[in-house]
């Protein structure tokens, strides 16, 4: 037993029976003289409302993990997920005993029976036996090595058929942007490969950043998630062992460490010392970067006439970052402090001192604070600890303060006692590698009892998101609105939420929601003359977060509002839909969902949409629907002429479409939470948990999902049947628009030719003619028999010079072009409503050849 178990030395011994009656107080949750914080004993029970099962599946003959294994369960539950890049698994059932079979292609499956007990994690580690006669084992993926140097690779090759090894060759593979070694020879087992230098591991970082639209024409902080950093310095190589049996592959990495480029951060201006920084500058032809530090720093700029220098800041203080002679960022950096220290009645961390968030008791952030603290933010680490089997060093990464940085950045890996902690046999499993943590109940108030240095900086905290609080911008944060210490980026969030753990942030960047230029474009001044705060209330974050602040629909942002610039936006990041504050706890509740935004529905919804506004799924109604109010009998609005623009809601609840009654929603409409079943995830049965895993940021769906609630269907065959008919209506729109023309004889063009001058042409020197959307206007692209184009919004086509609106035959054409805008931009193929979209198309084809007659 640790002898800090034991009375103090000089003490006299307890008799042994008082001891076994102090143990069993202890053991039983009594508050024992142990715990200096208070706190109910070290083996206090915790409530934790989960079952789950982890493990790690590796390959029999190597000793690799398997990534890509998909976990098959019996009974259904929960979520079935696939391992990790490292082979690692992790999932969340309700209690019961389960069949798990772990299957991958080249792989004998496993199987095994476990019982899962509400409150415990269950270890489950599994061996796959590959079905390969021979085995090629390139090895272990080679990380953290220096760009330029050169690193050793070695194959090993088991023959299992009894064939003969013929010989073995190496090959790299370079992906578009990628770097490239040098490999010494690429005969034999071993191969010797020098790295590139760190300037093209750059080089290859902003050609994928640019790719991804995220190299922005604003001066700022690059965020940066761990899988940029991973990507970019990844060199990838195969080796095949050729035999008499055949040929047989292994793949392996070498990873470059690019610390020296940059770090993994959220972009804000308020950093640790020691964290390196890469910047960017707005688009221009040369570059002339300076850097005035505080006094006593060395540091200095690299790459500075590039548009994306990069610096270390060393020492506390502010650091000035000019262009062109020109002040661009002001950059403060300071020291991590974390502040918890205790725990609080309800046996969570409690955040004190006298710098700590203890002050947000008492002020306008105390409902954040007091969100977050009941959060599964700010209990992670103490609850991995104590319940969490294969909770590793590296997990600290995301669920502590300051990990990995410099020892003056003063994060938890540099307190002095962190290397004691790892060595802790108390807590930790050293016969295990890479070492894990044995959980016990009584884990964390150990630590906060002998290790309250490490515990401080434990949890989700305040400085994960805002950065370190011991540093000039914390001081300033009432005052100024601490812009250094606030950002809505997306990397805020995918620093930790990667794909290396989940892949949360890639999805978000695959997704529509992830334009940034689409973000600046619609708060631009010249943006058609439509105001800023009118398209960047749905369109960026900071103006959705605003909207919702004022709380009804029709109250307008204004034209001028200072934070909606093209150089400030951000596009629909994790912020619009989740409060990071409230970030839920699956801990404590299995079947709690992830908490979205709740705002008013029957303030911030079109009227027509509030008696049943979705669910959690009433949040993407605000943005996606139209304030339209169009039905059977809707006479043409005067000026009319802008498309329905993301009707979803309007299709789904049956509404806005000419020519059939208003209100005929769909069955989609009624499901749970609404858009949230089939975009995100489905919603489970009352009692099954809501575990987090098998969630889609992309927000897509296919039809094949449509199986999982409609099991006869075939939604391909379905959604292609009506997408052809819309189509058809396009094309019948096209046709009566094209009549109108040729009635009159001729068209003139309004403002369609250069320099917005008119353009006539008479019907037979038409080509062509299109529907096309012109983002703030439905519209035509008409053809010329010489090739000319002309894109021109239907307001603006005025067979025999007279609007299209002027006749009866042209305003049922534009009455028919909206439904089919409004078809088409709902983008469901008709699965929104299929029943909906029907008596659309039937009822404005009726009209459109009733017309024509």
Known sequence: MDERWSPSLGKILLPAAIFIAALFLLCTGCTGPGSRHGSAGFLRPVTVVRACVAGRVTDAVTGRGVAGVALEVEPAGGVHPVTNQDGSYYAEFPDGTYRMRFARQGYRPAEFTVPLTLGETVARDVMLEPTAPVIVDAGRTVTDATPGSTVTLRATVTMRDGSTLKGIRWAMQVEEGGVAGRLSGTDGPVVRVTLPPLAAYKETLLYHLGQEGRLLDRWMVMGLVPSDLRRAGRLAFSVTAETTSGNYTDNVDIIADLRPLAAPGPGLRNVAIGAPLLLNGREQATYAWTLTPPDGSQATLRDAATRTPSFTPDMKGTYTVSEGGVPRLMIV????????????????????????????????????????????????????????????????????????????????????????????????????SPPLVTPKLGNYDYLLDYYPDVARRANVQCENCHGPNNSAAHKTMKKSGAPERIAHHAEVCGVCHDESIEPSYRQWLASN??????????VAPERG???????????????????????????????????????????????????????????????????????????????????????????????????????????????????????????????????????????????????????????????????????????????????????????????????????????????????????????????????????????????????????????????????????????RIRPGGMPLAATGTGQTALKAAWNYFLLKNDGSRGAHNPAFVREVLAATLTRLREREK
């Open 529 to 795: 003359g439509r105001p800023a705060g009118e398209c960047g209330r749905c369109h960026t974050a900071q103006g959705f977060l605003a909207w919702l602040d004022r709380g009804e629909r029709a109250a307008p942002l204004g034209a001028n509002t200072p934070f909606l610039t093209p150089e400030k936006v951000d596009p629909v990041t994790c912020i619009v839909c989740h409060d990071p504050h409230d970030a839920g706890n699956s801990f404590r509740s299995g079947t709690d969902k992830v908490p979205i935004r709740a705002p008013d529905a029957t303030r911030m919804q079109p009227p027509a949409l509030r008696d049943a506004p979705g669910g959690r799924g009433a949040l993407c109604i605000i943005c996606h629907s139209t304030d339209d109010a169009i039905g059977a009998n809707t006479a043409l609005p005067p000026g009319f002429g802008t498309p329905p623009h993301a009707p979803q809601g309007d299709v789904t609840r049956g509404i806005n479409a000419f020519f059939v009654e208003r209100g005929k929603p769909g069955s989609h409409a009624r499901i749970e939470d609404g858009c949230i079943w089939c975009h995100v995830k489905p919603v489970p049965k009352a009692g099954q948990g809501y575990p987090r895993g098998g969630v889609s940021h992309s927000f897509k769906t296919a039809p094949r999902e449509c199986s999982r609630c409609h099991r006869e269907l075939d939604g391909e065959e379905l959604l292609a049947a009506l997408e052809t008919d819309t189509e058809k209506l396009r094309e019948e729109v096209e046709g009566a628009i094209l009549a109108e023309i040729g009635r009159a004889g001729n068209v003139t063009m309004g403002n369609a030719g250069r320099e917005g001058s008119d353009i006539s042409l008479a019907r037979n020197g038409i080509a062509s003619l299109q529907l096309v959307g012109l983002r703030q206007e439905m519209g035509a692209e008409v053809a010329d028999p010489s090739g000319g184009k002309y894109a021109v919004p239907l307001s």
């Open 513 to 522: 929601h992830a334009n940034y230029h689409l973000a600046a474009e619609t």
């Open 333 to 432: 950096a300071g020291r991590w402090m974390g502040v918890v220290g205790a725990r609080d009645e309800e046996l969570r961390p409690r955040w004190v001192g006298r710098e700590g968030c203890l002050c947000h008791y008492n002020d306008a952030l105390t409902p954040r604070f007091n969100a977050w603290r009941k959060s599964g933010h700010a209990e992670i680490f103490q609850q991995c600890l104590n319940t969490v089997f294969r909770y590793e060093e590296r997990c600290f990464t995301c669920h502590t303060v300051g990990f990995g940085g410099t020892p003056s950045g003063a994060g938890i890996s540099a307190v002095p006692a962190y290397e004691a902690f790892l060595k802790e046999p108390l807590i930790w499993d050293h016969g295990k």
